[in-house]
């Protein structure tokens, strides 16, 4: 597709470019927009369509829409920012800065711009973010015929037609019918008496992941969200649930690979950002990393008398920080999912170290064996080789209990202290094992074994 | 709603206990009887209205699913095989055993038997095994009004009605044409004239996590399936992508902490199936951590010479680690959201390792500085500290570089070789970079510090 644009561009030949790019999706030309160089962006935008150049508006990602918003002509941005839906409009806003904010804004009737202001008042990832204040609202006494024509009228302008709300004078949300239910019934009968009145909805400061969870759990094209006096201020169509649910599952991704998260694509940060989203942590961690040195040091007596002992050392830190990074997974990505709640931490801490012990059991027996197979023959001081392989096989249990329960609590107490659980995945809790892993290590060899200037 | 429901049970109390139940969705139903004791599954289920029981039946897990049609009677098993989605039908009958499989299809008919084992034959994963092939097909010599009528007839037994698919004699897909569109034209326009005919389609062989991603792009309700011959053989809708986003990210982040990952939840999967799901990989990394360790005793002689080195491998290993994490995640993720191709692979290095320069000088600097800071006054032999200083900067850049290039290659050839690139996350990578890290570093130390014994 980018290569036939760039062809089409270079002869000139704007009446087959625009009948080819007519044959795609408005998110494909989106992308294709995000391809082409930064001279012919407006160029092709002009080429198409009007309506299908305002629609692939909506699906492109901020930088390119500042770029095309600068460029244009004032009808131009009137025509846009008149077609988008407010919701949309919104999500720009807030991406731009201030300058093209007050060129948008100017562009708005005081109608749309008191409603852009409302919208914009909602905290970040809240419900009230993401919703859109463009649905059809219908009233009991109306008949399905009624319905019909309400929606014929002014559908044209909603982001869905297919599920519609009830409401009363108040805007108290009284029930939903939904398209389907309108065909199936009679076009005399009441809507009051077909609608659901079972109506599931969420509130303005509900978090988006938990909305999205909602879409997920009960397969809904659309969620009603009402304020705090239960009235009816809009809804959520399940493509944004979607959205957030990609959004926050790359978030969860970076944060349990110790980034910082962006909402911006790999290409488009440059290699300085990238940089800067990981330094952060990796200084951290590194310098949190000098603990474990220290405490190697504290032992270095034992370590220069033994040092079989050291060898053992990466086994005993991958195998804690792994087993920390499998109970750590698994809690944060039940927190996402809902599927475990900050009080159930018991029940799963029990479970975990039913788990724990299980494999600290069975990787102990495996490692000793290895140990006793490897190094029979190997002269330790006065220390047998069962001996060593008794004190890595007790230290290798004990991590993998302290991993775990670092695991399954971490997160946990993160999501009480109103932070996101991922951040205390893989990366910290490594770094915490990886310390107690040494610091038992050398305390139990140094209980267990025969060192020269040890007790 | 479980202590309630358990108060109404105890007091024999059905009749308030079906009301209360009745003001729930099917969803929240299907998770009540996943939590009262198995003796009440069925009395709760019968307790129910007929038709919301079955509703709430598709919602069930299948170990549920698997209860419930064991206590069936024939006419229950009927009624509720009946009301399902064949889609649904067809993933139960994938989860259950060989006979309570054989009691189903005795109670489908013919016809429906017929569609079930066409179902049954596409891969796991693929758009075949997730679409459903109730849609509602049209003429494009239709008009709006017979349009309308035909979705009136057959829409009910329908799992989307408000997208529309219009084939020719062959089931070739021609154009879609969607209520919003119908509710919008007039009564006698005619289907050919007011159908979209740029249609995206996917086949029956696509992954279904492609799939999921389509629907993010585009924002659709529905997404139709044609075979081979690009004939039309299902749809998939909205709900069963997401289903399939929530999936493979749950599927992506269990691989990626190295757990075997199951379709199960938490709760459900026994302690001992936990343990098995983690002991393959943990014990395959601990005994993959011995080669580390085997390079440990090789330099042996060089930490018993200057046993400082040793208080700074943790910090090597840690910090390669996170880096190789930090990259094989931005790869992985970017792999799953088909936002990196494996034919961007040099770009991506490229940028990577540009990356990659820039945290290892700054980390490496760092360090330097911390450790001349740290151990000025200390003796260690007749090396200057400046000079171990120097091999650590040296080997965390030479670390930081090998693990960024580990990151992204492996994932990249695992998608290559038809695996699931998440399994080259990070304890893989961690387990690789441990081992560089400490040879790296051992060879540095070795040639430029001035160790007895060592050249």
New interface residues.
Partial sequence: MLEKTLELLEDRNYSELRAFLM???P?DIALLLGEVPESSILLIFRILPKELAAESFAYMDSDLQEILIRSFNDSELHYVIDQLYIDDTVDIIEEMPANVVKRILRHTDPETRRKINELLQYPADSAGSIMTIEFIDLKKNMTVADA?AR??KI??DKET??TCYMTDRDRHLLGIVT??DL??NDESALLGDIMET?V?SVHTHDDQESVANM???????ALPVVDKENRLVGIIT??D???V??EE??E???M????APTDD???KTS??Q??KN??V???F???S??L???I??KY?VV??AI??L??????L???G???G??S???V???LA?E??NTK?IF??LR?EL??AS??GI??AI??SI?IVIMYQNVHIGNNSIYMIAFVTGITIIGTIMASELLGCLLPVIAKKLKLDPAIMA??VI??IV??CS?LLYFTIAGAFLNVPGIG
């Fill in positions: 044959e795609f999706n998110a019909f929606i014929r559908g044209i037609i297919y398209v389907k065909l199936l079972k599931i879409f997920n759990k009960y397969g809904f094209l399940v493509d649930a979607m959205e649910f990609a599952a790359s969860d991704f970076a349990m690979s110790a980034i694509g790999y290409f290699v300085f990238h940089a990981r330094i942590w990796l200084l961690l590194m310098l990393a000098t474990t040195g220290a190697l040091t270095e370590f220069s040092p079989l050291v060898s053992f050392i990466p086994q830190m991958s195998t920080g792994n087993t990074t499998q750590s997974t698994t944060i990505r039940g999912t599927e475990i159930d029940k799963v479970k039913c788990i299980l494999l069975v990787l495996v490692n290895r893989s990366p490594t770094t990886d310390a040494v």
